[in-house]
Every structure is written in C-alpha cells, then in structure tokens.
C-alpha cells in the first residue's frame, strides 16, 4: 500500500479545467479517481490544500485538509515527521523546500507533471516491452497462424 501526501494547489494548477473552476477541491478528488492517479484501491491519500476553504474529509481512501491559517507546506511537512512507514510514502509537490525535507525524511517525492501521468504512462507499453521482428519472422507467423486457422475452419 502506497501513501500519497499530495501539495493540492501546486498540481491543480496544472490541470487547467481545474485550476479555473469555482469548487476545485470535489473536481480533484474526482479527477484522482477517475483517471486512477493513486493505483489500486488500497493506496491512500492525503490532499492538503491552503488556506480554509471547507471541513477536511474522507472519501473512501482520499483524506482532504486544509492548512486554515498555515502554509500546505507546513501540514505537509508534520505529516511527513508523523509518518511510520517513510519507504512507502510518496510526497506530490514541485516545491523545493517540501520535496529536499521529505527526501531527507526518507520519504518518497514525485513531481507534479510526473504525477498526473502516472497512470496513463503505465497503461501503455514502453518501447523496451515491444520486440521487433524482422519481415520473414512476421510472415513466418502470419503462415502458422493461417495454417491453424484454415484448419480449424475446415473441422
């Protein structure tokens, strides 16, 4: 099980369907489980947001905070110090003051960017995945496959 501590506003203000939206925290969460940016069902996560926009809550296994009258950084930086499990912990944030305090806390940072395409990256094969053969293999193979083809048509 994975454990996201994302920096709300640093990756909504990359999506920008998002970022200019009157309620952009229910479209987060939304958007997170939609396009499954956490993985699988048992990882979690916890959104921090600035400021005091709403009362925090749990959806299924997305928790929403809000900073009231501290910086997201701060939250996120006492959740990190908090955290038992620091080697599956995964903090979402382009700031640079968050990401080098919970590298040298021992947990985990992904990028903004590099979040939001998570996903989408594993559903698709990676050139090393694609093997390449030569014309007279593939003609090779359409052959067999033809011959077990014609075959099972004429039973």
Request: glycine residues 4%.
């Amino acid at each position: 099980m994975l454990r996201y501590i994302i920096d709300a506003y640093n990756v909504i203000h990359k999506i920008p369907a998002i970022r200019d939206s009157n309620g952009p925290v229910k479209l987060f969460v939304e958007h997170i489980r939609r396009n499954k940016l956490i993985g699988s069902n048992n990882n979690e996560a916890i959104i921090v947001f600035d400021g005091y926009t709403g009362v925090p809550f749990k959806n299924g296994n997305i928790t929403v905070k809000f900073s009231c009258n501290r910086q997201a950084d701060d939250v996120i930086r006492d959740i990190v110090t908090v955290t038992k499990n620091k080697k599956t912990s995964v903090v979402v944030t382009d700031d640079r003051a968050v990401r080098d305090f919970s590298k040298a806390s021992g947990v985990n940072i992904m990028g903004t960017a590099e979040f939001l395409k998570a996903r989408s990256a594993k559903n698709r094969p990676s050139d090393d995945n694609i093997k390449n053969i030569s014309y007279t293999e593939q003609a090779q193979i359409t052959k067999e496959l033809m011959d077990i083809w014609d075959k099972t048509d004429e039973e």
